[in-house]
């Protein structure tokens, strides 16, 4: 690391950081006002900065044009110089305050000695065990002190008083003075201490206790007792958390904000001083003086506001310190503490530049891992290109063009440093290059950058993209891409952030890129998947009598960017040529792929069924070397979900055939759809009289069925269920009816629907809505609840004035019987706006909520890292986990899988598994004549064929006390069933005809 420029300092490790409370005499020692410290409460004299005021010229620079008379440095090289001003009497530190009443309740008020026995047990045993935490020895000290009403030096002497009553004298001990003590309570800046008992017959029981008194207290503490209450004499004694001796910031701490002219606008804490000093001042006048004790005591307390409030202007009883515009003066603490203070705010956290930040627009035509950029920003960003051989003609050619053309060059910066500013200058063309000087370009096509969409939750909110210059004026993005960044199109805005460096570029390269993040080690499963009419067209395209004309094919085919230029051959030759949809989207899966899903619509009994393979509905999806057999594609093949097709292909074949494989598809599909079409209208949700005539007996039956349970309830004939009061059990069953009936005309309204409705299309598809969307628009809207609940009685036993006192009816209790087609009622959109609200006020609690927890447990864990020796470590280099995840394996890599030898009954396991080397019928079924004969002949394999059975029981018995619910799944960096199966299928191996493998080489391997 580099010295810091003009410091004659050495440059040395930290060993230690040790923290402390400033002495007076240290005070003093660091400020550069002495001997007399800040005694006038003005600024400026005659125009230049007063020796001894509130901007003593000893203390910075005040302008530019000034120097140091400190250290002689300008407004860049001088840090800043502390003062100070002697106060006249001494105040409480505010920060301390709470400190302060913790050590008095610990010694005593008249001998400053502590209440309990140094010497005894207990306060050994703290000393032993806080040894390493002396912060914390101060409230063991406490805990044992606050009982104590006697300074008696300790339990060993409670003896001694026990036969002294109120009236007697205590006796003093050597270890204590004998006195009563006072309770001490504090009120905002104020303490008092009052006696239950006092000492002397003329004793006042109740007094103000003066930060003086307090400071007489704390200098008597000795050092050895200030250890034992946890503060260490050379680093911070009790009696300097009073202030007698206040530090007064550097001016580069409170810089004046010079105004119009030759105005100055001084900062909160010089306005805060100077009402110091001036109080400061008045309180020395007064006591010279000879003033009353009544002026002296108020002077002293207004000393004790102003120091407070300089600290802290948000103390609790407190009257807020404002300026002259009525706004809060912005203290120390204010200053430090909270998001936008000097910790989070300005080192924790800082603004950047080389950012750009613009609305969010979609492109579908852009690759999942580019970025459309306004070339306006292309112009204001740029990336610092060194000169060489081989880019000089180049970069002089930008440099040419300079700031104002596109692509050009915004500045040079020389070899020795010196930076010109294109912008500006007259002639750009007159400028020549050398090698090593650095031209910082317009940002340009395919130039890396890291796009960031807040919040930013996991690591796929911040992700590296390829730039594309286009016109117009927001950012553009591929639909893919906005699931991982959790964005839409309604307004949201994202930020660009360009890397300075060939380093920074090369982590983004290899790290950052979309691609490499397809898969999140979250959950094993791709984070992006086909969305929206992207998703809707591969749906329809897809659908078993789905065919496509010449040159309809030929268009699309111009479209598939790894297109070979063959034509595939017709489904169907006469009388025309036609393809289908599933030939075109087979040329878009790479070869050698193989994957088996289903549809969202497959029926859950097909797969035990004769028509396992057959798939009546078309619900099955069969690829296999690449071609797509059968199935319609829906988001559970397309989407972000394990084991879909896009999961496949990234494991498979890498991130890069993944990215070339979103972009395809939607180019694609998208022109597909541009000949299919798809809208949705008025029609789409209007069902036939039948199915309306349905739905109005169902919502009858319902509600006669609910006056039949309010009935019963009112006639004591209803029973109450297990666990339930009568109430909670006539809730449970008019809710259980209604939300039948809410489900029933539901399913009659989407069983009248035919295959080709556009909203039941969109909800098979997966790319939008539900079938409880279906249904409300359709059928019936349902219950509306309000804290899990039916709709309260708002006031006078009813939920609303049109209704009768004490209706427990479905309308009057927030059923919706009409559907968003037909309309609400005024009472049922009331009831509707209800729920909705609940609704809105759960999202605004709980982001929030969960904002606040990400920031906690980020906080907790952002210094945990896997070292290269592969442990997992956090910053103090303590161990967490000998191995990521305690088995090494990267979670985007990682597959379930089933194991299959759990579940079945020990005949079926038998019956898959054991090898029977004497069952000849069996032999000569699955081997060739060859194998068959040797397997059978020789009795070593038969040897090795029982060892491999027996292994297998054992494995299985070890695995079910390991899995004991039967749950199979493991998960495995390869998938074995798709690595035999893709084995199978690239050597074309018939799985049912006889095989040359010598079973025994296969189990020795």
């Known amino acids: 690391m580099a010295a810091p420029e003009n410091s004659s300092a050495p440059l040395r490790p930290v060993k230690l950081i040790q923290f402390g409370i400033l002495s007076p005499e240290e005070i003093k020692r660091m400020s550069v006002t002495v001997p007399e410290g800040i005694r006038y409460p003005y600024t400026m004299e005659g125009g230049r900065p007063k020796i001894g005021g509130l901007m003593d010229p000893r203390q910075g620079v005040i302008d530019r044009a000034s120097k140091c008379r400190t250290c002689a440095g300008n407004m860049s090289t001088c840090p800043g110089h502390f003062g100070h001003i002697e106060l006249a009497k001494p105040v409480f530190h505010v920060g301390y305050l709470a400190k302060i009443v913790k050590i008095l309740r610990c010694v005593c008020y008249y001998c400053s000695r502590l209440l309990i026995d140094p010497s005894d047990e207990k306060v050994k045993d703290i000393l032993a065990k806080s040894k390493s935490h002396p912060r914390h020895r101060l409230q063991y000290i406490y805990d044992l002190a606050k009982t104590k009403t006697v300074c008696e030096g300790g339990d060993s002497m409670d003896s001694k008083f026990n036969h002294t009553t109120d009236l007697e004298e205590p006796k003093s001990t050597p270890s204590g003075c004998g006195r009563f003590q006072p309770k001490y309570r504090k009120a905002c800046l104020e303490l008092t201490a009052e006696w239950i008992k006092v000492n002397d017959d003329n004793q006042e029981k109740k007094i103000f206790l003066s930060a003086e008194r307090v400071l007489e207290i704390f200098k008597n503490i000795s050092d050895d007792d200030s250890y034992i209450i946890g503060m260490d004499p050379r680093f911070a004694r009790p009696d300097w958390t009073v202030i007698s001796v206040l530090p007064v910031p550097p001016l580069s701490v409170r810089p004046a904000v010079v105004m119009h002219g030759s105005a100055r606008n001084q900062d909160d804490l010089t306005h805060k001083l100077g009402d110091i000093v001036k109080c400061n001042q008045q309180l020395i006048r007064n006591e010279q003086n000879g003033a009353a004790s009544h002026i002296i005591l108020e002077d002293i307390k207004m000393l004790q506001f102003h120091v407070g409030t300089l600290i802290d202007n948000e103390i609790p009883g407190l009257p807020r310190a404002l300026q002259r515009g009525g706004r809060p003066l912005k203290s120390v603490k204010q200053r430090l503490k909270s998001k936008e203070g000097r910790v989070r705010g300005n080192l924790m956290g800082k603004r950047v530049d080389f950012s750009a930040r613009a609305v969010i627009t979609p492109d579908p035509n852009l690759s999942i891992d580019q970025v459309g950029v306004p070339r306006t920003i292309a112009q204001n960003l740029t990336f610092p290109e060194i000169v060489t051989p081989f880019n000089i003609d180049r970069m002089q050619e930008l440099v040419a063009r300079g700031n104002n053309q596109y692509p050009g060059a915004k500045y040079i910066i020389r070899d020795n440093g010196e930076r010109i500013d294109l912008r500006y200058h007259p002639k750009p063309s007159d400028l020549h290059l050398q090698f090593g000087y650095k031209v910082e370009r317009h940002l340009r096509d395919d130039d890396l950058i890291v796009f960031n969409r807040q919040p930013t939750l996991h690591k796929m909110s911040m992700m590296g993209h390829r730039v594309k210059i286009l016109p117009w004026s927001t950012f553009r993005l591929n639909l893919s891409v906005t699931t991982p960044y959790n964005a839409d199109f309604d307004g949201d805005e994202m930020n660009l952030h360009v890397p300075q460096s060939l380093e920074t570029k090369a982590e983004i390269q290899e790290l950052l890129m979309v691609p490499r993040n397809i898969m999140t080690p979250q959950s094993n499963r791709p984070v992006m998947g086909i969305v929206q009419d992207s998703l809707l067209a591969s749906s329809k395209m897809t659908k078993r009598d789905v065919f496509i004309e010449k040159e309809e094919v030929m268009k699309l085919l111009m479209w598939i960017p790894s297109w070979d230029g063959k034509m595939p051959q017709p489904a169907i030759l006469k009388p025309k040529p036609l393809w289908t949809g599933k030939q075109v989207f087979s040329l878009l899966i790479p070869d050698h792929t193989n994957c088996i899903r289903t549809h969202s619509t497959h029926p859950d009994n097909e797969d035990g069924s004769p028509y396992k393979w057959i798939s009546p509905g ?3 999806v069969l690829i296999e070397n690449g071609v797509l057999l059968s199935g319609i594609l829906s988001k559970d093949t397309l989407g972000n979900k394990a084991g879909s097709l896009l999961h496949i292909i990234t494991m498979e074949w890498g991130h890069e055939v993944a990215r070339a494989f979103y972009g395809s598809v939607q180019m694609l599909v998208n022109n597909y759809l541009l000949i299919e079409g798809h809208s949705i209208g008025i029609g789409d949700t209007i069902a036939d009289s039948v199915t309306y005539n349905d739905i109005q007996r169902a919502i009858r039956q319902a509600k006669s069925d609910v006056i039949e349970v309010i009935k019963k309830a009112h006639n004591n004939e209803l029973e109450p269920s297990p666990g339930n009061t009568l109430r909670q059990t006539f809730e449970n069953q008019v809710n259980r009816i209604l939300n039948e009936a809410r489900d029933k005309t539901g399913s009659s309204a989407q069983r009248s629907l035919s295959e080709f409705n556009n909203f039941k299309v969109m909800v098979t598809a997966g790319s939008k809505g539900s079938k409880i969307n279906i249904s409300q628009v359709i059928a019936c809207v349902g219950q509306q609840n309000v804290e899990g609940k039916r709709i309260p009685f708002g006031f006078r036993h009813r939920t609303l004035p049109h209704f009768i006192k004490d209706d427990y ?87 379930f899988q089933q194991l299959p030898g759990i579940k079945p009954s020990h005949a079926s396991f038998k019956r898959r598994f054991y090898f029977d080397c004497s069952d000849q019928r069996m032999l000569t079924r699955c081997f060739k004549e060859d194998v068959a004969w040797k397997v059978m002949k020789s009795t070593e394999d038969h040897e090795v064929l029982q060892q491999e059975w027996t292994q297998l029981q054992e494995d299985r018995e070890a695995l079910r006390s390991i899995f004991p619910t ?21 050597f074309h191996l018939d799985v049912r005809g006889h095989t040359d493998l010598d079973p025994v080489k296969v189990v020795k391997g």
């Not at 798709?978 to 690239?986: C, T």
Request: aromatic content about 10%.
């Open 809 to 895: 009816g479905p309308e009057s209790k927030g059923f919706v019987e009409n559907s968003y087609l037909a309309g609400l009622t005024p009472n049922e959109f009331y009831f509707h706006a209800m729920g909705g609200r609940e609704g809105l006020i759960d999202t605004a609690v709980k982001t929030s909520e969960t904002g606040y927890i990400q920031r906690r447990l980020m906080k907790a864990m952002e210094g945990i890292v896997v070292q290269y020796d592969g442990t997992v470590r956090n910053s103090n280099r303590q161990l967490t986990q000998l191995r990521y995840g305690e088995d090494g394996m990267d979670g985007a890599f990682m597959e």
């Open 618 to 620: 078309d619900t099955k």
């Open 966 to 986: 039967g749950n199979t799944k493991v998960a495995l960096p390869v998938n074995l069933g798709r690595l035999i199966w893709n084995a199978q299928k690239l």
